[in-house]
């Protein structure tokens, strides 16, 4: 909701990178995009390959778009492989409550949520969005 989520993700990750870490950013619908399609062409495991060489991955705009049973796996394969081998920062207006909308299986949101939330620090961003904000500053002027 333009409250500076996917902003203070990125200044997160460009500090890792000048770090000298390995930084992966995915707004998740096309993470999840390129996992499907990957499966399809036989290259899943060189995808994942390539995530677990991540020392952070960045999921953009959690939960924005629906996602099929396949594709809910495929995305809890991708947490599930990041457990405590390397830092996950996600950007979502949506409570944990509504994520069982997102993978339609609740042991499977339970477990995402489990690992997710094990070790990690959430920040809430409350208020109006700064678009908007800006959008009426720029009317009114």
Same mark, same amino acid.
């Given at each position: 909701? $333009?409250?500076g !989520?996917?902003?203070?993700?990125?200044?997160l $990750?460009?500090?890792?990178?000048? !770090? &000298?870490?390995? +930084?992966?950013?995915?707004?998740?619908?096309?993470?999840?995009n390129? *996992?499907?399609?990957?499966? !399809?062409?036989?290259? *899943?495991? !060189?995808?994942?390959?390539?995530?677990r060489?991540l020392?952070?991955? #960045?999921?953009?705009?959690? &939960?924005? #778009?629906?996602?099929?049973? /396949? @594709?809910?796996?495929?995305?809890?394969q991708v947490?599930? /492989?990041?457990?405590?081998?390397?830092s996950? %920062?996600?950007?979502?207006?949506?409570?944990?409550?509504?994520? #069982?909308? %997102?993978?339609?299986d609740?042991q499977?949101?339970? @477990? %995402? %949520?489990?690992? *997710?939330?094990?070790?990690?620090?959430?920040?809430?961003?409350?208020?109006?969005?700064?678009? +908007?904000r /800006?959008?009426?500053?720029?009317?009114?002027?």
């Amino acid at each position: 909701m $333009g409250t500076g !989520k996917t902003h203070l993700a990125i200044a997160l $990750g460009i500090e890792a990178c000048r !770090k &000298g870490l390995k +930084v992966g950013f995915y707004r998740t619908a096309n993470l999840v995009n390129q *996992l499907s399609d990957a499966k !399809k062409s036989g290259e *899943l495991s !060189k995808l994942l390959a390539s995530i677990r060489k991540l020392d952070l991955l #960045v999921c953009d705009e959690w &939960g924005y #778009v629906p996602l099929d049973r /396949d @594709a809910a796996q495929l995305l809890f394969q991708v947490i599930s /492989d990041s457990y405590e081998r390397r830092s996950v %920062i996600l950007t979502t207006n949506l409570e944990f409550s509504r994520w #069982v909308g %997102i993978f339609y299986d609740e042991q499977m949101t339970a @477990a %995402i %949520i489990d690992r *997710l939330v094990h070790h990690s620090y959430l920040l809430l961003f409350d208020g109006p969005s700064n678009r +908007v904000r /800006d959008s009426l500053m720029r009317v009114q002027a």
